[in-house]
């Protein structure tokens, strides 16, 4: 391979970024640079830049380090390639089959989730979760699934403050520490829940699916009508299945 300058950049570049994904949380640049070899004034360089498109995110208050939202981004590009989708499908459809609700598996793109995935049973009402639409992650199931999978200093970078709260039917968290309050109900639970926050009327339940690392990568949900008796607790554990289903999939098994 001729010599060409950049090529070292961009190789530690993709280390950093590939050092940060595996990491529980936001890590030191001084932590980086020892992990990695890289000097340390290469490092603060590098993640000056990745910052700036949005790859990499700083939090002051801690002097770390950690995933910006355009890595969601890929994330998202990742799952509209269709490998996951081609993967996930499947299990998507026997799980509307199962549980005789529709079903979908969703992927973070920023603050947003992305539908790469849906299975409506039948006689159930349409849903606004079609394949390809995004909706603000802190009022799905799916998105809280997720976001309660991610590290806490993760999260708080995603949503600052108030204004990275949208709204779309007037419930819901609209301030950090009222999402905070839901992600730790969904730990609690080992589920996520949602009623009515995105359609009046129609409730879901959703939980996460995690990579080799313990990323999550996805979200499997089902959603119902608020009016109709279901069997909630059958409904999480045929959710629970699928989503650890698609884990084994993607990490490997057969």
């Known amino acids: 391979m001729p010599d060409n300058p950049q090529v070292p950049a961009a190789d530690q570049t993709l280390r950093i970024l590939g050092f940060l994904a595996r990491q529980p949380g936001p890590v ?40 910006g939202t355009a890595a969601f981004e890929l994330a998202g590009g990742y799952a509209r390639q269709q490998p996951l989708a081609r993967v996930g499908r499947p299990l998507v459809a026997a799980l509307a089959d199962r549980t005789g609700e529709s079903a979908h598996l969703a992927v973070m793109a920023g603050r947003d989730v992305l539908y790469i995935v849906e299975e409506r049973a039948p006689r ?83 939980v996460a699916v995690r990579d080799h690392a313990e990323w999550p990568v996805a979200a499997i949900a089902v959603t119902w009508p608020e009016d109709d008796p279901v069997d909630r607790p059958r409904l999480v554990d045929a959710v629970r299945r699928t989503a650890v289903e698609l884990e084994r999939r993607i990490r490997g098994g057969r």
């Open 124 to 206: 159930r009402p349409a849903l606004v979760t079609e394949v390809g639409v995004r909706l603000p992650a802190h009022l799905t199931a799916t998105g809280r699934a997720m976001l309660a999978a991610l590290p806490r200093e993760q999260v708080r970078a995603l949503y600052p403050d108030a204004a990275a709260f949208a709204d779309r039917t007037g419930r819901g968290p609209r301030r950090p520490a009222e999402l905070r309050e839901v992600l730790r109900e969904t730990r609690a639970n080992d589920h996520a829940a949602e009623d009515g926050e995105v359609s009046p009327g129609l409730r879901s339940v959703a």
């Open 28 to 67: 030191a640049a001084s932590a980086l640079a020892t992990q990695l070899g890289i000097p340390r004034s290469t490092v603060y360089f590098l993640l000056a830049a990745l910052q700036e498109h949005g790859f990499a995110v700083h939090i002051p208050g801690e002097r770390r380090w950690g995933l």
